[in-house]
């Protein structure tokens, strides 16, 4: 399964209400694994099963190896980047909403203080850790669970999860870090937050730096500087990326014309969209819906 997650504090998809989780297998997009976004409510694994990749999560930059095992906690901004265009890294990023778990079922089962966010982890655990193997064996249970679907493969990734969950709690949780260069760290996330949510509604209108940096509560400079050291990303290449996104999903669920799905998604320079879709998506946008097109008429043949 691929996935591109949108940008915004979106809930992590689910398989359904009754199993709080869901896994992706994401592909490239462009240099990007998946863009800057946060979860709400919701806790997130990624294990890299292969390759190399650039992380980076709650301000901090990562370079992921294979093996290595990220945690991710609600809210942190994070992001994943090619470190070279040739080597696509594989790895799985499982997604648990906490939400959910929290149930009266569940509650005497899944330690407390993980789900109302009193706990802390270690950003990534690595192969030397003592505890290393059996998370390993945890997530890629689930993994094996999930891809081959045999029945009944709900109720064991449950109970694969309450492991994973009580391992993580026993083993690596203590209490969250209140240091005042944790709080102003967090309050720099907060407000880069409210630049992403803002780009999201506002995607096709231009936009100026000086306001821009108003709604993040910093100067120009430090705004820029700021946004590129927590997403991995500069602002402008944020903004196009999120631009790209929208025109993709005009151009799969419309017949609307290539030069008007530019405007919409705030690109007044049909050759510049054109140069920057072909960025991400190896091909230009009327090659993309020719390609659509054709695949699935494909699909439709073979049904």
């Known amino acids: 399964m ?3 997650p949108a940008p915004q504090n979106l809930p992590a998809y689910l398989i359904s209400n009754y199993l709080p ?7 490239p997009y462009g240099n990007a694994l998946f863009s800057s976004h946060w979860h709400d409510h919701v806790m997130e694994m990624i294990y890299v ?3 190399r990749m650039q992380l980076f999560i709650g301000g901090y ?6 093996g290595d095992i990220f945690l991710i906690e609600e809210g942190q901004i994070h992001g994943a980047y090619l470190i070279e265009k040739e080597e696509v890294p594989a790895y799985y990023a499982v997604l648990i909403n906490k939400s959910i778990l929290l149930t009266a079922e569940s509650m005497h089962i899944v330690h407390e203080p993980l789900l109302n966010g009193k706990l802390s982890f270690p950003r990534c655990i690595q192969a030397g850790d003592d505890n290393y193997k059996d998370l390993k064996e945890l997530i890629l249970n689930i993994a094996g669970e999930y891809n081959t679907k045999k029945s009944g493969y709900e109720l064991v990734i449950k109970s694969y999860l309450y492991q994973l969950i009580v391992t993580l709690t026993r083993v690596y949780g203590y209490e969250a870090n209140d240091s005042k260069s944790e709080r102003g760290n967090r309050r720099k996330i907060e407000e880069l937050r409210d630049v992403m ?3 999201e509604e506002h995607y096709g209108e231009q936009f100026n730096l000086n306001d821009i940096s108003k709604i993040a509560r910093m100067s120009p400079y430090h705004f820029c500087r700021t946004f590129k050291k927590i997403t991995g990303q500069t602002f402008i290449e944020y903004v196009n990326l999120c631009r790209i996104r929208k025109g993709e999903e005009m151009i799969l669920n419309s017949s609307l014309p290539i030069t008007q799905i530019a405007h919409r998604v705030g690109f007044n320079n049909i050759n510049y969209f054109n140069r920057v879709f072909r960025k991400y998506r190896l091909c230009s946008p009327s090659e993309f819906r020719k390609q659509t097109v054709q695949a699935m008429r494909s699909s439709t043949e073979l049904n």
């Open 2 to 4: 691929s996935s591109f």
């Open 21 to 27: 989780f869901n896994l992706f297998l994401a592909e």
């Open 49 to 51: 099963e292969k390759g």
């Open 61 to 66: 930059s990562y370079t992921g190896v294979e």
């Open 197 to 199: 949510m803002y780009v």
